[in-house]
């Protein structure tokens, strides 16, 4: 049997972080997840996945990400079910995440959701934002850059001679 998950989207809030009465740190959020398609009316629709993320993940999820923040999921599928005050039975699908990857920098989100969503336009980079007003972050916090200078630079962009590398570095 298989229960494997990996999704790539933007929290919908902040986490929620709460401890169990063992002391164990527990973490919730829920993430949009853009669908690959359009509706009739040509608009683009998303899902909003419930994720729950346990232990040291769960605090750093709680510390590191924020409403609208990119990140990956890894995990598995789970249902639960209880009775509410109605006693209706109720019942619940969320993903339990093994791993949780941050997709950005913090210092790269934008308050315009228009600026760049989880799925880049055609020929685009998947994955990464747009390369200005990148800065005063990181170690370029310091430089004299134009904000127009991308933070990602291509070490090998200008240079025309061939790169030597040896067979035995090559990872096939």
């Known amino acids: 049997m298989i229960n494997r998950v990996i999704l790539v989207g933007r929290l919908t809030k902040n986490p929620e972080l709460r401890y169990t009465p063992n002391g164990v740190a527990v973490a919730s959020f829920t993430i949009a997840v853009n669908r690959p398609f359009s509706n009739q009316q040509g608009e ?4 909003f996945i419930p994720v729950i ?5 769960a605090e750093n999820a709680a510390n590191f990400l ?6 990956g999921v890894d995990g598995r599928i789970q249902t639960r079910n209880y009775e509410n ?3 209706r039975r109720v019942y619940v699908t969320e993903v339990i995440a093994d791993s949780v990857q941050f997709l950005e920098p913090k210092s790269a989100r934008h308050t315009d959701e228009n600026s760049y969503g989880a799925v880049a336009p055609a020929g685009g980079n998947p994955g990464y934002p747009p390369q200005t007003n990148r800065q005063g972050s990181g170690a370029n916090a310091g430089s004299n850059r134009s904000q127009d200078t991308p933070s990602f630079e291509d070490p090998f962009a ?12 090559l990872p096939f």
């Open 44 to 47: 683009r629709e998303a899902d």
């Open 53 to 57: 993320v346990w232990r040291r993940q």
């Open 66 to 71: 924020t409403k609208g923040s990119l990140a």
């Open 85 to 87: 005050n109605e006693g």
């Open 158 to 169: 200008n240079d025309s001679k061939p790169i030597d590398i040896s067979d035995d570095d």
